[in-house]
């Protein structure tokens, strides 16, 4: 695979050092900056993405791909934003905004708030998009509601939404200076069901989600473990269980938190009396939810395939997303120097490696059902940045080295 940047000159390059004073690290970073302004070959494979990289030098080897891969966000996305429609496919995924207080730069948060209906006809489902449009107003951040790209009655869990999501935040995170760990996703009645099923499956990309008066269908809430995820119900919305199911989903990831404390963090909200209509008593959400941000590195994942599959989720990658099948479970645990994998680890899985998560100065060892498949060195490198950050523009997640597992 070759990786290109279509890039005018970077803003900022670190200044070349003297020949005689240059150390590895010093070397390699300017040689990243050739590549980077195109005095080298812009390839995946470039001998400049190869070199090694001290702790304090990928730091900053981040700082300059984020800011290059920024401007290439920046020039494709520009017209989609204008527009306020992105387009994958034959789907298209229209938006309106609005704006609340005056974070700055880099550090606005990001509320995607889904709208309900589903199977009705496409006025019906515009009247309810509209509704959304006005039904929250966060303290701070960009409040977006999109509507959603069909009227079918799975309008927020078909497989096309991920990636325009996706697509979606990488285009408000260059343009309008949203801050990747600061992104929340809420959803009402069939923006709910949305919550329930994207909430999982994208959880490494948000800082908390909230439910409210959705049903989750097949969706399970193993994968919540590192997104605070917050369940708003009517206790008289039982039209298909939908409030026995929250009661009892609530009362689970309750259940998950006592046996794993670091996780599952989670609040409900049963109203008594209450129908579908909750009379914006659910926007207590908004605090609840802003009160957190994501961790990009946690200690522990739980990956639950989805029927929608993925082919990353925190610091893991599999070979291939269209070869998981859902259900398909892997644990994961990082403690001082060595991962532990347990579950359905397919070969070829990456573990992608930063300094947040352990020592890269340091031997890793990784774990895989109780068989030992690394024990090494690795080196930071900015191959593994550029990889990452083409993936997502998500600098604070983006990997400096990586293990392929056998």
Not at 36 to 55: E, F, H, N, V, Y
Not at 266 to 273: E, K, L, N, V
Request: charged fraction near 20%; hydrophobic fraction near 45%; proline fraction near 7%.
């Amino acid at each position: 695979m070759r990786i290109h940047f279509l890039l005018a000159p970077l803003l900022f390059v670190t200044a070349p050092v003297a020949a005689s004073d240059e150390s590895p690290p010093a070397q390699s970073l300017n040689a990243l900056s050739d590549w980077l302004t195109g005095a080298g070959k812009r390839s995946a494979d470039a001998p400049a993405l190869q070199r090694p990289l001290s702790r304090h030098e990928a730091e900053t080897a981040i700082d300059l791909i984020a800011a290059a891969r920024t401007r290439e966000v920046t020039a494709s996305a520009k017209a989609a934003v204008e527009a306020k429609a992105i387009r994958i496919g034959e789907r298209t995924l229209r938006w309106e905004s609005n704006a609340f207080g005056n974070a700055p730069f880099g550090k606005r948060s990001l509320w995607i708030s889904m709208h309900g209906g589903g199977n009705a006809p496409p006025a019906v489902n515009d009247q309810q998009w509209r509704n959304q449009i006005g039904l929250y107003q966060p303290a701070e951040g960009i409040y977006l509601a999109p509507r959603a790209p069909t009227d079918t009655w799975n309008l927020w869990h078909e497989p096309q939404i991920d990636p325009l999501f996706q697509q979606l935040i990488d285009a408000q995170v260059a343009i309008n200076g949203v801050d990747p760990d600061r992104v929340y996703l809420m959803g009402y009645s069939a923006g709910g069901d949305g919550v329930w099923q994207l909430a999982p499956r994208m959880a490494d990309r948000f800082a908390a989600a909230a439910m409210m008066a959705g049903h989750p269908n097949e969706a399970g809430v193993a994968s919540l473990r590192n997104l605070p995820f917050a369940i708003f119900m009517g206790g008289a919305d039982s039209a298909y269980d939908r409030n026995r199911i929250a009661a009892e989903r609530g009362a689970e990831l309750e259940r998950l938190h006592a046996a794993d404390p670091g996780g599952y963090v989670s609040m409900t909200r049963i109203y008594p009396g209450l129908p579908h209509w909750m009379k914006r008593k659910d926007a207590e959400a908004l605090p609840w939810m802003a009160q957190f941000t994501r961790n990009p590195w946690p200690n522990r994942i739980v990956w639950v395939q989805d029927d929608v599959t993925h082919d990353r989720f925190y610091w893991l990658r599999i070979p291939n997303a269209a070869a998981a099948k859902a259900g398909d479970r892997i644990e994961a645990v990082a403690k001082g120097q060595t991962i532990t994998l347990t579950g359905s680890v397919p070969t070829g899985t990456v573990v992608r490696l930063s300094d947040r998560l352990l020592n890269l100065d340091q031997r890793v060892r990784v774990v895989v059902n109780g068989r030992k498949a690394f024990d090494g060195r690795v080196q930071r490198t900015a191959a593994a940045i550029v990889q990452s950050l083409q993936d997502r523009l998500d600098p604070s997640s983006a990997a400096t080295a990586s293990v392929t597992l056998p």
